[in-house]
């Protein structure tokens, strides 16, 4: 369900409501029930939903809707604040300042778009002032640091990694060397040792050239991939970044939760950016991150192209969501 579709949902719900002569219980249950499963549809996680309709209920007055109040109103801005409450974690992130050296990483699943959007907040940047560069330490998916290093040349933003040709080949050459010795699978723990050191390395290049932002783009991976996880891990060790930004596919769907969940276990993820709300995004995994990461929505990543990235504002959001 897109957003338009859930703000319809939503609409029509209260809209029975309003057209009910008489308000009692009941009524208003099947309005919050219908209102539920267009939340849930919408990819809202089950217990923020259960939640929200808890509190509705404490919230909205019978007596006063009985009385001929705005009903529609009454209710409608009691969904309307539960939704913004959901999106504010009440503390905003760490928010970098220009002049002064930031280091941001970013984490997230592969495909979320991670790599697409660490240009695009470079280049967000960029246009205002600031002296950005990109680190990629995602020596695990082929073409990533190639990705990267096209869309930073593009928009002339200096980059720092290695090539998975370079890397593999590297690998290569010492897997075989080691096999020879008899140490068969060493290649492996070489190859995932890497990035970290690549990390370090672009970090500490670009605090000396004084770039004031410097970003960290790291391998997408899952919740599942232990080993991955490690990794990651020992990058933010090794970058010590003042913020980690996780990104979310728009999309994901009810998995959004417990993802969120499992990178803010490993790493101090302190905001969240939201990807492909262009396409057919759901509004509900914003909600889910939110709550799983304790921790803002930043940006809203609305296209393929650079420049299709926004400032995320909770209200002019939940209204987009309610229609
Ligand atoms: P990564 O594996 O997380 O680094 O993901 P990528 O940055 O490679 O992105 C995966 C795909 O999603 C690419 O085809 C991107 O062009 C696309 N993508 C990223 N952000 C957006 C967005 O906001 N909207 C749309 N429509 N596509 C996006």
Redesign the pocket.
């Known amino acids: 369900m897109v957003l338009g579709q859930l703000g319809g949902s939503i609409s029509r719900a209260l809209q029975q409501m309003s057209n009910a002569t008489i308000i009692d219980e009941k009524v208003l249950n099947d309005c919050l029930n219908e209102i539920t499963r267009a939340l849930l549809q919408a990819d809202v996680q089950f217990k923020l939903v259960r939640d929200m309709q808890t509190n509705i209920k404490k919230i909205v007055n019978l007596d006063d809707l009985a009385a001929g109040h705005n009903k529609r109103r009454i209710i409608q801005q009691a969904i309307f604040n539960e939704l913004c409450k959901m999106l504010d974690p009440g503390k905003p992130s760490f928010t970098p300042k220009k002049g002064k050296t930031s280091i941001v990483m970013f984490v997230?699943?592969?495909?979320?778009?991670?790599?697409?959007?660490?240009t695009?907040y470079a280049y967000y940047h960029q246009k205002k002032g600031w002296k950005p560069a990109l680190v990629c330490a995602?020596t695990f998916?082929a073409g990533?640091f190639d990705?990267l290093k096209q869309n930073a040349t593009k928009a002339k933003i200096p980059f720092y990694g290695r090539g998975i040709g370079k890397l593999l080949g590297a690998c290569k050459n010492a897997r075989a060397l080691l096999l020879e010795i008899g140490y068969g699978n060493a290649g492996k723990s070489y190859m995932e040792s890497d990035p970290v050191k690549i990390a370090a390395e672009g970090v500490e290049r670009f605090k000396k050239e004084n770039c004031d932002l410097i970003i960290v783009?790291t391998?997408?991976r899952h919740k599942q991939e232990a080993a991955l996880f490690e990794e990651m891990r020992q990058v933010s060790e090794a970058t010590k970044p003042d913020l980690v930004i996780f990104?979310m596919?728009?999309s994901i769907g009810q998995a959004a939760f417990d993802q969120a969940q499992a990178f803010k276990k490993i790493v101090s993820v302190g905001a969240v950016i939201v990807?492909?709300?262009?396409?057919h995004a759901k509004g509900g995994g914003a909600l889910s991150a939110v709550a799983a990461t304790k921790s803002p929505v930043i940006f809203?990543?609305?296209?393929?192209h650079m420049d299709?990235?926004e400032v995320f504002d909770v209200k002019p959001f939940v209204s987009r969501l309610l229609g």
């Open positions: 997230g699943l592969q495909g979320s778009g991670k790599t697409t959007t660490c695009k995602d998916r990533a990705q783009d391998s997408g990104v596919d728009g990807t492909k709300m262009d396409g809203l990543g609305t296209g393929e299709e990235f």
